[in-house]
C-alpha cells in the first residue's frame, strides 16, 4: 500500500492535491482513500491532507502514521513542531520538500536517513496566486515519485478534479503539473509501498483513563481574559509586513485600525509597531498605509533574529 | 453628528482590547470589523456566539474576550442572550449585582444565523423588547462549512453549492428592513473599511437599550476568493459601488450616513473576487452585469424621490 502525506498551509491546495492524485491513482485501477487533515485554524495555518493507494480494499483508516512518501509545500512548515511533518518519517520514507535548498542541506539539517528529493522553489512563486498551482504541482511530483501513474491518468484526474473552476483554471494548471512530472523522472518510482499491516498486530496507543467528573468540573469553563495571545499565529505567516521608521509619518494609525487581528500597536509616541508573535502576514496594512510604508518581504528572507514580540 | 465622541479619524482607538492568536483566516473581514466593534463596546459584555466561524475565536483554553462569551447552537443565540439578560437582571434585582456590574448582552452570529436559522428566535426576541445586542458579520455564506450559499448570498455569486455559469439564482434577503420592520431600539450596517462610520453607530448602539442590530459586511478572502490584503480595498469597493448602503434606522427613520457621490460600477466591486469570475469569463455575462447594477441603480433612485 502506499501512504502519502502532504503538507502545507491552509490556502495552498494540499486539499486539491489529495484529491487529484486520489484520482489518479484510481484511473490507474487502485483502491484509494483520500482526505484533508484540518483543526481549527485557517488559511495560512499548517494543514495535510493523505491518500492512501493499494491494489487490493483497504482497510486502514485515520491519519497516516507510518508514510511511504511526504511531500512539503512549503519550507516554513519544517521547523514548526505543530505542523509536525516528519512525524513517521524514516529510513524507507521519500521526503519531497518544495524549496531553495538543495537535498545535501535537509538531509543534513534534519538528519535524514533516507532519501531527499527537491522540487525548487520558482522566484514568481512570491506571488500568492501563483502559489495555488502548488497543489497540482506537488499531486503530480508524488504521482512521478510512486512510478506507478502514467502522464494520462494524472491529466485526466487534474482535470476532472478542477473542471469546477474553469477551463482557464485547468490549463494554466497543466502546463506546470506537466513541468513537474518531466522534471522528476530520474527518480520515477523511488518510492517503494509499504507493508500492509494486519489488525493482529495492531498496538493499542496507551490511553489516558479520565474519571467522569460533575459537569460544573468537567464543562470547558475559561477563567481568564485573552488567553489566546498564547497561540502563536505568527507561524502562519508566509510574508512579512516591515514598517520602514523612515516613511511611517505616524498618521491616524491606518495600519493598526484596518490589521484584522489586531496585531499592531500604537505606542505613546504615535509610532506604529507589528506583534510578529501573532501576525499572520494578509498584508491589509501593507495596502492600507497612504505613505506606502509597509513593504512586505518573504519570511524565509527575513532576518531570523528578530524579536517575535515586536519591538524592533 | 455633532454629539459623537468620534469627529475625526484621530479619535479611534489606537490601543486594542480584543486579544490576537484567534484561529480566524487571514484577513478576515469579520475580524477586522469586531476588533474595532469591540475596541467601543469594551469589555463590560456578555458573548454569546452561534455555530459560524467566529465560533473559533474561543476554542478552549484560549479566548481573546476580557470578558465572558457562551456558545449556542446555530438558531439560538437570541433566546441564549434571553436567559443571559434574565440572569443579570434577577442579580441585579436581588442586590448581588450593582448597576455600575451590569453587562451587555450581545449576540454574536454570521448571516447563515442571522438571515436564515436564526431568524425566528431573533423575531422572538425583538417582540420581547430583549435589551440586547446583535452583531452580524455578513459574509454571505456558510464560510465556516465551506461558503455553501445562505439567505445572504448575492444573486450571481459562485459558492459551493452554486457553481452554474450564472452562479447563486437566488437574490439576498434585506435583513436591515426585516429589522426596521420589527420597530426596535436601532438598527445599522457598517463595515470594517469604514471605521470612523462603524465607531459612530457602535456608540450609538452602545447608549440604547432594547433590541439593537449592527450588521456588518465581512469581506472573506477564503469564501469569495480574493488576496487576503484586500480586505479592507473591497469592503470600501462596496461601499462606493452602492453595493453595501451605509445607513442606520433609529427613532422610526432610516438615515443614510455615506451616500457615495458619484457610485462606481458595480463591476470594480464584481471582477477583484473569484466568486464573481465566471460574470467576466469565459465571455462577459452582459445580460447579468446589467441586472445586478440595475437593481444597485434602483435602490439609490428609489431612495432620491
Ligand atoms: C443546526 C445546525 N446546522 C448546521 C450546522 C453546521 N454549521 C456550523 S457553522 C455553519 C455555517 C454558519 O454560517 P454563518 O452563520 O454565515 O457563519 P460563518 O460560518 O459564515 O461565519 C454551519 C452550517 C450547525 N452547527 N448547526
Ligand atoms: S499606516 Fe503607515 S504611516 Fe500610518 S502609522 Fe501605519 S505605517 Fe505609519
Ligand atoms: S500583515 Fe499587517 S494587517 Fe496583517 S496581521 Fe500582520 S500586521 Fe496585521
Ligand atoms: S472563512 Fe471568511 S469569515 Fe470565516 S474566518 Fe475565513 S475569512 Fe473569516
Ligand atoms: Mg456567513
Known amino acids: ?312 | 453628528m455633532s454629539e459623537t465622541r468620534f469627529q475625526t479619524m484621530k479619535d479611534l482607538p489606537s490601543c486594542h482590547l480584543l486579544g490576537t492568536g484567534t484561529a480566524l483566516c487571514a484577513g478576515c473581514g469579520g475580524l477586522e470589523a469586531l476588533h474595532e466593534i469591540y475596541d467601543i463596546l469594551g469589555e463590560k459584555t456578555v458573548v454569546v456566539n452561534a455555530a459560524g466561524c467566529m465560533t473559533l475565536l474561543a476554542v478552549y483554553p484560549f479566548t481573546p474576550f476580557r470578558g465572558s462569551w457562551l456558545y449556542t447552537a446555530m438558531a439560538s443565540a437570541p433566546a441564549g442572550a434571553q436567559g443571559v439578560r434574565d440572569a443579570l437582571d434577577i442579580l441585579l434585582a436581588k442586590g448581588r449585582l450593582t448597576a455600575e456590574e451590569d453587562l451587555q448582552t450581545v449576540v454574536l452570529t454570521g448571516d447563515g444565523a442571522a438571515y436564515g436559522m436564526g431568524l425566528s428566535a431573533t423575531s422572538g426576541a425583538i417582540e420581547r423588547g430583549l435589551d440586547f445586542l446583535y452583531l452580524c458579520y455578513d459574509n454571505e455564506g456558510y464560510g465556516n462549512t465551506g461558503q455553501q450559499y445562505s439567505g445572504a448570498t448575492p444573486h450571481g455569486a459562485r459558492t459551493a453549492t452554486s457553481k452554474g455559469p450564472c452562479g447563486y439564482p437566488g437574490y439576498k434577503k434585506d435583513l436591515f428592513a426585516i429589522w426596521a420592520a420589527h420597530r426596535p431600539a436601532y438598527v445599522a450596517t457598517v463595515v470594517g473599511a469604514e471605521p470612523l462610520d462603524l465607531a459612530r453607530k457602535i456608540e450609538q448602539a452602545k447608549n440604547r437599550q432594547g433590541p439593537r442590530l449592527i450588521l456588518s459586511l465581512a469581506p472573506c478572502p477564503t469564501g469569495w476568493d480574493f488576496d487576503p490584503s484586500e480586505t479592507a480595498q473591497i469592503g470600501r469597493l462596496a461601499v462606493q459601488t452602492g453595493v453595501w448602503p451605509l445607513k442606520e434606522y433609529r427613532d422610526g427613520q432610516v438615515v443614510h450616513t455615506k451616500v457615495p457621490q458619484k457610485r462606481l460600477p458595480v463591476e470594480d466591486y464584481l471582477k477583484r473576487q473569484g466568486r464573481f469570475a465566471h460574470l467576466f469569463q469565459p465571455q462577459r455575462n452582459e445580460a447579468l452585469l446589467q441586472e445586478i447594477q440595475a437593481r444597485i441603480d434602483a435602490y439609490w433612485d428609489n431612495l432620491q424621490s
Open chain 1, 1 to 312: 500500500m502506499y501512504r502519502i502525506r502532504f503538507h502545507g498551509r491552509g490556502g495552498q491546495g494540499m486539499k486539491t492535491a489529495s484529491r487529484i492524485l486520489g484520482t489518479a491513482f484510481f484511473n490507474e485501477g487502485f483502491e484509494v482513500q483520500d482526505a484533508p487533515r484540518y483543526g481549527a485554524e485557517r488559511r495560512g495555518a499548517p494543514i495535510f491532507a493523505y491518500v492512501r493507494a493499494a491494489r487490493r480494499a483497504i482497510y486502514e483508516r485515520g491519519v497516516i502514521r507510518h508514510p511511504d512518501l511526504v511531500i512539503v509545500a512549503d519550507e516554513t512548515l519544517v521547523a514548526m513542531p505543530a505542523a509536525a511533518v516528519l512525524q513517521g518519517v524514516d529510513a524507507h520514507c521519500v521526503v519531497l520538500i518544495h524549496s531553495r535548498e538543495p537535498a545535501p542541506v535537509w538531509q543534513h539539517r534534519l538528519n535524514l536517513a533516507g532519501p531527499v528529493v527537491i522540487l525548487p522553489l520558482a522566484e514568481e512563486r512570491e506571488d500568492r496566486l501563483a502559489l495555488r498551482q502548488i497543489g497540482t504541482a506537488c499531486a503530480a511530483a508524488a504521482a512521478r515519485l510512486v512510478g506507478v501513474v502514467a502522464w494520462t491518468a494524472l491529466e485526466q484526474a487534474l482535470r476532472d478534479e478542477l473542471a469546477a473552476l474553469g477551463d482557464a483554471l485547468v490549463e494554466a494548471n497543466l502546463g506546470p503539473a506537466r513541468r513537474v512530472y518531466d522534471f522528476l523522472s530520474p527518480q520515477q518510482g523511488c518510492v517503494a509501498p509499504g507493508p500492509v499491516v494486519a489488525a493482529e498486530g495492531y498496538v493499542r496507543p496507551d490511553w489516558v483513563e479520565l474519571a467522569f467528573e460533575d459537569a460544573r468540573v468537567s464543562a470547558p469553563a475559561i477563567h481568564a481574559a485573552l488567553t489566546s495571545e498564547q497561540v502563536q499565529t505568527g507561524q502562519w505567516r508566509t510574508l512579512r509586513p516591515v514598517i520602514d521608521c523612515a516613511r511611517c509619518k505616524g498618521c491616524w494609525w491606518v495600519c493598526s485600525t484596518f490589521c484584522p487581528d489586531g496585531a499592531i500597536q500604537v505606542d505613546e509616541s504615535g509610532r506604529p509597531r507589528i506583534d510578529y508573535a501573532h501576525c499572520k502576514g494578509c498584508m491589509v496594512c501593507a495596502a492600507q498605509c497612504p505613505h506606502h510604508a509597509i513593504e512586505a518581504i518573504p519570511e524565509q528572507d527575513a532576518p531570523p533574529a528578530e524579536d517575535e514580540r515586536g519591538a524592533k
